[in-house]
């Protein structure tokens, strides 16, 4: 139901396509994997212990998958975990979950797309009861950067950077394709908690899709994206 991966830096040399199936959850701890081919990565849920931090390589196309069936509903792992997925293209249709961590998506030569079947990702601040207290942490960032193609987030993705309700501030999502063109169709998150601030949304790009920044603007004030926006149009 669950895979489990360490601290070990593992390597899969001479398969054109390898697969990493649970459905559950993948827990990850500080480690890498790394694939000379392709890499599916099927789960109900994608998460990472407190502070671990891991790295997906693949030479080709690395996909994100949620299984048709999933056991139960796969608990997150701990909070301020750093994730990096790398391959030549990426394709995200599952959910990956790190409270207030850090993620990187980077596609080298293709494009990097999200939701074309249903993609969330969960950067979102957490709550943690000490005694009689409870603390809040902030939201989280999430980096999405294509060297050379484009960012698409379709219908069905959603990103959250935002924080409980009860405090914290959001965090930050950055979009860089200095070579291709960036399209939000999806939803992201950034309201802030009790005290806190809103998010943050930075975006290098050649191209906007429709050529305008009124819709992303619009996205942007629907998702509470309020403390700081930075744009490069190439």
Known sequence: EEITLGAHAVRLEGFADARL????????????????????????????????????????????????????????????????????????????????????????????????????????????????????????????????????LEANSTISVAARMGGGNAGTIHVKTPEGGFGLQGAIRGGAGAKGVGGIFTLDTELIAGGSLASLDAILNEGDFDQARSYRIR
């Open 21 to 152: 199936t649970a459905s559950s959850r993948i827990l990850l701890g500080s480690g890498s994997l790394q694939a000379s081919g392709d890499l599916m990565l099927s789960s109900g849920l994608l998460t990472a212990r407190s502070a671990a931090k891991y790295q997906f390589i693949s030479s080709g196309l690395l996909q994100v998958k949620r299984p048709e069936a999933v056991t139960g509903q796969p608990k997150f792992g701990g909070f301020g975990a750093d994730v990096t997925l790398q391959a030549a293209s990426m394709r995200v249709n599952g959910d990956i979950t790190l409270a207030s961590g850090k993620l990187t998506l980077h596609a080298l030569t293709g494009d990097l797309v999200l939701g074309d079947s249903g993609a969330s990702l969960d950067l979102g601040g957490t709550s943690t009861t000490f005694a009689d207290a409870i603390r809040y942490t902030s939201g989280g960032s999430v980096n999405l950067l294509a060297d050379l193609g484009s960012v698409r």
